[in-house]
Nanobody, 127 residues
Framework: EVQLQASGGGLVHTGGSLRLSCATS????????IGWFRQAPGKQREGVGC????????YYGDSVKGRFTISRDNAENTVYLQVNSLKPEDTAVYYC????????????????????WGQGTQVTVSS
């Protein structure tokens, strides 16, 4: 059974940092792409970034580029999202997603490209 467990959210001030974790199980970690998405109340879901484990390629959304970084721990089957220089507009529930196969980095920007996702973790940035 595929399982994704996001954690690490919290309340921080503007300019602060957090490291979100996505612990995974139930699939071949090396053969999957992992995505990060977020959704704020009243707003559309937004792609934050993704990582293709097979080749290490990453993609970041324009609003987070240069501030957020995706990394992985293959031994722990865990993907991390380091979020720095946080702004109030980064406030959202953050979700991690997983999809097997290989379709190129731009395919994995989209929520609809993923078959699996976990519960989210709340990030709140105070001004």
């Amino acid at each position: 059974e595929v399982q994704l467990q996001a954690s690490g959210g919290g309340l921080v001030h503007t300019g602060g940092s957090l490291r979100l974790s996505c612990a995974t199980s139930g699939f071949d970690f090396d053969d999957y792409a992992i995505g990060w998405f977020r959704q704020a109340p009243g707003k559309q879901r937004e792609g934050v970034g993704c990582l293709i484990n097979r080749d290490g390629m990453t993609y970041y959304g324009d609003s987070v580029k240069g501030r957020f970084t995706i990394s992985r721990d293959n031994a722990e089957n865990t993907v991390y999202l380091q979020v720095n220089s946080l702004k109030p507009e980064d406030t959202a529930v953050y979700y991690c997603t997983a999809q097997g196969g290989y379709n190129g980095i731009y395919y994995y920007r989209l929520w609809g490209s993923y078959d699996y996702w976990g519960q989210g973790t709340q990030v709140t940035v105070s001004s």
